[in-house]
């Protein structure tokens, strides 16, 4: 979502970087490219004077202009300055708040077609799974066709409770309903998913706001599409000031927004982003770290993000089996299979790569060298047209064989051919690395890097 802005503010700041002082018309020359980058990037005009005045203000000191690095402390002061903007000075925790009496009411609201129901489909599964909680799902959505079928089915999928449909009640009713089941059935959390309109009108804001009077949901999460740019920016401050809401949920963060949405969203409406939906699936939810977001912006990566989403993601058990088999050198085409499954959960090789500090300046390289999640689902389709015997023994793979395995996966042979013979490198590799052995490793591979004189032994 950031990658056109943080590309802007990156040359900006290689350029000072290159310098080895900075003169007040150098950080003023500076601000007004971070200026127009943040206009450029959807962000609103006074949270981009807001943040260039912080800048400004920290940046002109003598401490910075004749410091050693000045460039590098300039790249500082507009991290800090993003973070605040984002809301990192919040007090309080992150993510959504449980800190009340059970059942924890949370309504959701937000215009039609933001992702609201499969976004509460997200949270259910996240409180279901990470904070054990006994969830139920509603759906208060009457106007708009099958909506409660949907949740239902949404409910299904995350293995949680969805509040039976009854015919021609009111909004209100299910609420009602939903809460007083919650509390004889002892459920942990109740999420109400309201209705939704294609644009604000009275109806959706006295339908909302009486729900929210009837139930005192303990979280009102408004739901926006970060594709819509300042739309969103003023959905928000409109649902805000009418009805009041606790957080944002921004959806759809994985597309080609400009970002600015997000730099806006706390300072007009006062309220924090506490979730990211990054595509359809139902664990597709991240928390919302402003020093994150600010990180991946200025090209600094993520990487406590991306250690996080791997242990979620990694099946420890078979990471260690598989351990276990490459260390015999019995790495099978089976084990590479398993390995791009691990990777697409993880959001594939694009998502990774964007939390990895400066791939930003390589990824026109990356992208030629056709590291892509395209690549990695067509290998699987190859592996997945393979015998259980070709698998374990490609050896086997002759022509005939690689044309039905082309056919089968919708593949040229060329890339069954480029698949095998990546394939039989990687072993290769790995049956080096185990002869070598811990000490021959060092010796044969990772010593031969260091210059003579620095090596351990």
Do not use: C, W
Not at 107 to 129: D, E, F, P, W, Y
Not at 265 to 275: E, N, S, W
């Amino acid at each position: 979502m950031f990658e056109t802005l943080g590309n802007r503010l990156q040359g900006v700041f290689d350029r000072l970087r290159g310098r080895g002082a900075l003169s007040e018309a150098d950080v003023s020359d500076a601000l007004r490219e971070v200026r127009v980058a943040l206009l450029e990037a959807d962000v609103a005009l006074p949270v981009v004077k807001d943040i260039t005045a912080r800048v400004r203000e920290r940046a002109v000191g003598q401490e910075v202009i004749r410091s050693i690095q000045p460039g590098q402390q300039v790249v500082k002061i507009v991290n800090d300055a993003l973070v605040e903007a984002l809301g990192g000075n919040d007090p309080g925790p992150r993510g959504i708040s449980l800190e009340a009496a059970a059942p924890v009411a949370i309504l959701m609201v937000g215009l039609q077609g933001s992702g609201k129901t499969t976004t509460s489909g997200k949270i259910a599964l996240r409180l279901k799974g990470r904070e054990r909680k006994k969830v139920l799902l509603a759906s208060l959505d009457v106007h708009r066709p099958a909506a409660q079928l949907q949740l239902a089915q949404l409910a299904e999928r995350a293995e949680v409770t969805s509040l039976p449909i009854i015919a021609g009640q009111t909004p209100l009713q299910i609420a009602e309903r939903a809460m007083d089941l919650g509390r004889r059935e002892l459920y942990d959390v109740v999420i109400l998913d309201t209705a939704g309109r294609l644009s604000i009108d009275e109806a959706l804001m006295a339908e909302v706001a009486a729900v929210k009077q009837a139930v005192t949901p303990h979280e009102t999460l408004l739901v926006v599409d970060a594709m819509t740019g300042q739309d969103a920016v003023n959905t928000a401050r409109i649902f805000n000031e009418r009805v009041g809401i606790s957080g944002i949920v921004m959806t759809r963060v994985d597309g080609d927004a400009r970002g600015g949405a997000a730099l806006s969203m706390r300072a007009v409406t006062g309220a924090p982003i506490k979730l990211l939906g990054a595509g359809e699936k139902l664990d597709a939810l991240e928390d919302f770290h402003p020093d994150r977001i600010a990180n991946r912006i200025l090209g600094m990566g993520d990487i406590v993000s991306l250690v996080e989403r791997a242990a979620e993601n990694i099946d420890q058990a078979e990471a260690e089996k598989l351990a276990a088999r490459m260390q015999k050198g019995q790495f099978s085409l089976e084990d590479y299979a398993q390995q791009l499954k691990q990777i697409g959960k993880m959001g594939g090789m694009t998502g990774l790569m964007g939390m990895l500090p400066g791939v930003a300046k390589v990824k026109a390289q990356l992208q030629d060298a056709n590291l892509d999640t395209g690549i990695l689902k067509k290998q699987a389709a190859i592996i997945g047209s393979m015998t259980v015997q070709e698998r374990r023994q490609p050896d086997i793979i002759k022509a005939s064989r690689k044309r039905r395995i082309a056919a089968g996966s919708g593949a040229s042979v060329q890339e069954v051919n480029r698949l095998l013979k990546q394939f039989e490198d990687m072993r290769d590799m790995m049956k080096r690395m185990n002869k070598m052995g811990q000490k021959g490793m060092m010796r044969g591979g990772l010593a031969s890097l260091l210059p003579q004189g620095r090596r351990p032994f």
